[in-house]
């Protein structure tokens, strides 16, 4: 991605189901963190920050479970969204909630696991018209 290009900052919030334990989040973040690296147009995606560390913690970071910042060309969201709701068909229960802050606005969506395509036409459209202030 070039350096001068607009970018979209996003945090994804896995959902792995009311039966997932903190491994089974862990593992299925760690699937969708590599699968998202193979997208055109995504920075390598990192696990999310938690905003302090705990006391007596052995890493310098502290992760927050099943989130996921990614920095995403603006263009790419449409490829994005359906990738996520493709993603979150292969397993049971899934669902990946988009948060994201632009200025003094904000915009928080989930993807469910079926979506009509004027449904998933509509996500797009807000989402990018959040980011791109239109």
Not at 19 to 30: G, H, P, Q, Y
């Amino acid at each position: 991605m070039s350096s001068g290009a607009e970018v979209a900052r996003l945090m994804l919030h896995v959902d792995a189901g009311a039966d997932a334990d903190d491994e089974e989040l862990d593992r299925v973040t760690r699937q969708l963190r590599e699968e998202l690296g193979d997208l055109d147009g995504v920075e390598p995606v990192k696990p999310a920050e938690a905003g302090t560390v705990p006391e007596g913690a052995k890493s310098a970071e502290a992760m927050t479970l099943g989130a996921l910042a990614v920095t995403i060309l603006p263009s790419v969201i449409p490829k994005l969204i359906d990738f996520l709701r493709d993603w979150s068909m292969r397993g049971e229960n899934r669902m990946v909630k988009i948060e994201t802050r632009i200025g003094d606005r904000s915009v928080n969506v989930e993807v469910p696991r079926t979506m009509s395509p004027d449904e998933l036409k509509g996500l797009v459209d807000m989402l990018a018209g959040a980011l791109t202030g239109k």
